[in-house]
């Protein structure tokens, strides 16, 4: 795929919805080990909030519809969760510039322009075993595949590669952010829910383009 428009994005979001619907219960599980359990259906939730605001999209194009979404997301219950998926999507939203398609580069620079409003609320980075440590691999790897001549859907793949492969890591690391940051060394051993959150998130999306 050469570019994305408001209907390849629309379709990815679906995809990454299904993905995170599909793994519901092992989030929560996840998140049992030093949060509330419920970061599955939180995110549950959000994805159905997305959902709601592509099919209530009354512009479409993927400036509205990413500042849709990140409002409507920004709203749902469940701790920071709502807030900080919400901030990234609006970070997207406020880097679209007209109404055309964007290629890999465009894409990436997108996703990027998420990861700054991100920083500008949490400071969060690698290795504080949070959401950060799928988001900020991902994101540069697709910023690299996009400056290596790469297409939508490869650098889309290397995203959600790097994504899963910083929600491993996550396991190594004792947690500094959050509830979980009370139970210090003991969280090492678990993954966090929010890193694989954005896991599937990057699955789902690189699926999408994919075609599978």
């Known amino acids: 795929m050469e570019s994305v428009g408001y209907g390849e994005f629309a379709s990815m979001l679906r995809s990454a919805a299904d993905q995170v619907r599909a793994n519901q219960a092992m989030l929560s599980q996840l998140d049992s080990v030093g949060g509330d359990g419920d970061h599955g259906t939180t995110m549950a939730r959000a994805m159905g909030l997305v959902e709601k605001a592509i099919a209530e999209c009354k512009k479409k194009d993927l400036k509205s519809l990413l500042n849709d979404i990140g409002w409507a997301v920004m709203g749902v219950d469940g701790g920071a969760t709502g807030p900080l998926f919400g901030t990234f999507f609006l970070g997207m939203a406020e880097a679209v510039a007209g109404r055309k398609p964007v ?11 998420g990861l700054r409003a991100l920083h500008a609320h949490s400071k969060a980075q690698v290795g504080d075993k949070t959401m950060m440590d799928a988001l900020i691999p991902a994101v540069a790897a697709m910023r690299s595949a996009a400056e290596g001549g790469q297409d939508v859907t490869a650098a889309l793949a290397a995203a959600a590669t790097a994504a899963e492969q910083g929600a491993l890591s996550t396991r190594n690391f004792p947690a500094r952010f959050g509830r979980a940051k009370n139970l210090g060394d003991r ?26």
Do not use: E, Y
């Open 103 to 113: 290629d890999a580069k465009g894409l990436a620079a997108l996703f990027g322009a």
């Open 187 to 212: 969280t090492i051993g678990h993954q966090d829910p929010g890193a694989t959150s954005v896991s599937l998130i990057f699955r789902g999306f690189s699926a999408s383009v994919a075609g599978a």
